[in-house]
């Protein structure tokens, strides 16, 4: 399993109001058995169950609230 860290400055408000975060397929893969995980104050991470998008060969995670995090993929 491989891994790619974000930070919530990389999210970005939509016209859903909702936020999100942008991959590629080149980066993580077709997307299937994707996993996502928050990170906590303690540093810990938690899954949790976003909405998951797909637009081409792009992949949108979105949320509530931009969050640090990470994706974990397959490769």
Not at 27 to 52: D, H, M, W, Y
């Amino acid at each position: 399993m491989l891994s790619k860290n974000f930070t919530k400055a990389e999210f970005v408000l939509n016209s859903e109001n909702q936020y999100q975060i942008e991959f590629t397929i080149n980066e993580i893969g077709e997307g299937s058995n994707l996993t996502i995980e928050r990170k906590k104050e303690n540093g810990e991470f938690e899954v949790i169950q976003p909405a998951i998008g797909r637009l081409n060969d792009r992949i949108f995670i979105k949320w509530s609230e931009p969050f640090d995090g990470r994706i974990i993929f397959d490769r």
